[in-house]
C-alpha cells in the first residue's frame, strides 16, 4: 500500500498562474480532505469531501477548488495564485466511520512569486 | 482567542519526561487527538482520548483529559532524540468530526 500520496512535491508559480494538485489513496478511503499548513499555524481546512462527485467548504477555501471525480483521488485547483497562497499544502483521507483517524500525504510546497 | 492552543517549543534532555499541553474551548469536544509531525512529513495520529475518559496510556505515550478545564497533555516516558518532532493537538466535536489543530509544539530533544 502506498497510503497516501501527492504530486507534485514541490512547485513554484508565478503569480496568476494556474495549477492543479493531485492526490491519491489506496486504502479505500470515503473522505478526503485538503488543509494548507503556514509557519507557526496549525493546520487550515480548505475543502473536503465525504465521497465520489462530492466535495464542501473548510475554514479557508477562497480561491481553491476542488473535484472528487473518482474515489480514490481529489484535486485542488488555484485559478489563479497569488503570494498568500504560499503555503505547504497536505492532503489526507479517512474512513466515514473513523473520521478521527486521517492519514496524511507527505504535502506538496507550494511557492507564489 | 483560538479554538486549540498550545505552546510553541519544548526543550527537554534524552531520558526525560516530556510534558506537551494544550487547553481547547469547545465543550462539545467529542474527541481529543495528538499528532505528530516529522521534519519534511505529514501529520501522523500517534493517539486519540475520547472525551468520556480521563487518561489513556500506550507504551511511553500517556494522555491526560482534564473537561472541567478542556486540558489535554501528552507525557512521553524516557524521551529519545526520534521524538524530536513537531506534536498537534487537535479536538473534533459534532457531527463532522473533522478536526481542528493547535499550533503544534515543537519538541527538541538534547543528548
Known amino acids: 500500500n502506498a497510503g497516501v500520496t501527492q504530486t507534485p512535491k514541490f512547485r513554484v508559480l508565478k503569480t496568476g498562474q494556474s495549477m492543479t494538485l493531485l492526490c491519491a489513496q489506496d486504502m479505500n478511503h470515503e473522505y478526503m480532505y485538503w488543509y494548507r499548513q503556514d509557519p507557526g499555524m496549525g493546520l487550515r481546512l480548505i475543502h473536503y469531501s465525504v465521497g465520489e462527485g462530492t466535495t464542501a467548504k473548510g475554514e479557508v477555501p477562497d480561491g481553491y477548488n476542488v473535484s472528487r471525480l473518482k474515489k480514490q483521488n481529489f484535486l485542488l485547483g488555484l485559478e489563479s495564485a497569488a503570494p498568500s497562497q504560499t503555503s505547504v499544502y497536505f492532503c489526507?483521507?479517512?474512513?466515514?466511520?473513523?473520521?478521527?483517524?486521517?492519514?496524511f500525504g507527505p504535502g506538496t510546497r507550494l511557492t507564489v512569486t | 482567542g483560538e479554538d486549540v492552543e498550545q505552546s510553541l517549543f519544548l526543550s527537554v534532555r534524552e531520558g526525560d519526561s516530556s510534558v506537551i499541553n494544550c487547553t481547547y474551548t469547545d465543550s462539545s469536544s467529542t474527541y481529543l487527538y495528538w499528532y505528530k509531525q516529522e521534519p519534511g512529513a505529514g501529520l501522523q495520529l500517534l493517539t486519540y482520548i475520547f472525551s468520556n475518559m480521563d487518561m489513556k496510556q500506550d507504551q511511553r505515550l500517556t494522555v491526560l483529559l482534564n473537561k472541567k478545564d478542556k486540558h489535554l497533555s501528552l507525557r512521553i516516558a524516557d524521551t529519545q532524540t526520534g521524538d524530536s518532532a513537531i506534536y498537534f493537538c487537535?479536538?473534533?466535536?459534532?457531527?463532522?468530526?473533522?478536526?481542528?489543530f493547535g499550533r503544534g509544539t515543537s519538541l527538541i530533544v538534547h543528548p
Open positions: 487537535a479536538e473534533s466535536s459534532g457531527g463532522s468530526y473533522i478536526p481542528t
Open positions: 489526507a483521507s479517512s474512513y466515514a466511520d473513523r473520521k478521527y483517524e486521517q492519514y
